[in-house]
């Protein structure tokens, strides 16, 4: 699979699609209408327009199959969900990304071996780490948000 550089941005929408794609591997219109109607209540002309846009967004390609298409992810799974994460958290208060990763962890059901790969990541971060982050909401003002 040729991978693009950067992920598109995508919808909510188009992310619902492209989860099943990335976990086929690859898909027609039909068996991602399918799969989609188990989740949502779109129509086939719904999920086709989004199959569009993807494929014009260089998310996906489709490839011909007799008289139907397979749509093919051009992205990874991981390269996009690093993106986006990437992009939320550089919009974040550099003082707050603490918080907000806590947050997540509260919410997020994980497995043991996530949790442990999460507990080595934060020890070796530990020896390292400042006392505190420095807000760089305003420049030259090191505690704007406190």
Request: with cysteine.
């Amino acid at each position: 699979m040729a991978v693009t550089e950067m992920a598109p941005e995508m919808t909510t929408a188009e992310w619902e699609l492209m989860r099943i794609i990335w976990t086929k591997g690859q898909a027609s219109s039909s068996e991602v209408s399918a799969l989609i109607r188990a989740k949502k209540n779109w129509t086939e002309s719904t999920v086709k327009t989004l199959l569009r846009r993807l494929v014009n967004k260089q998310a996906l390609k489709t490839v011909r199959d007799g008289r139907r298409f397979i749509y093919l992810p051009l992205i990874t799974e991981s390269h996009a969900m690093d993106q986006m994460a990437e992009e939320t958290f550089a919009r974040l208060c550099e003082m707050k990304k603490g918080q907000e990763l806590t947050k997540l962890l509260e919410e997020t059901t994980l497995s043991q071996a996530d949790i442990r790969q999460m507990q080595a990541v934060l020890a070796t971060k530990l020896a390292s780490a400042p006392q505190t982050v420095a807000c760089n909401c305003l420049p030259g003002v090191e505690h704007a948000c406190c």
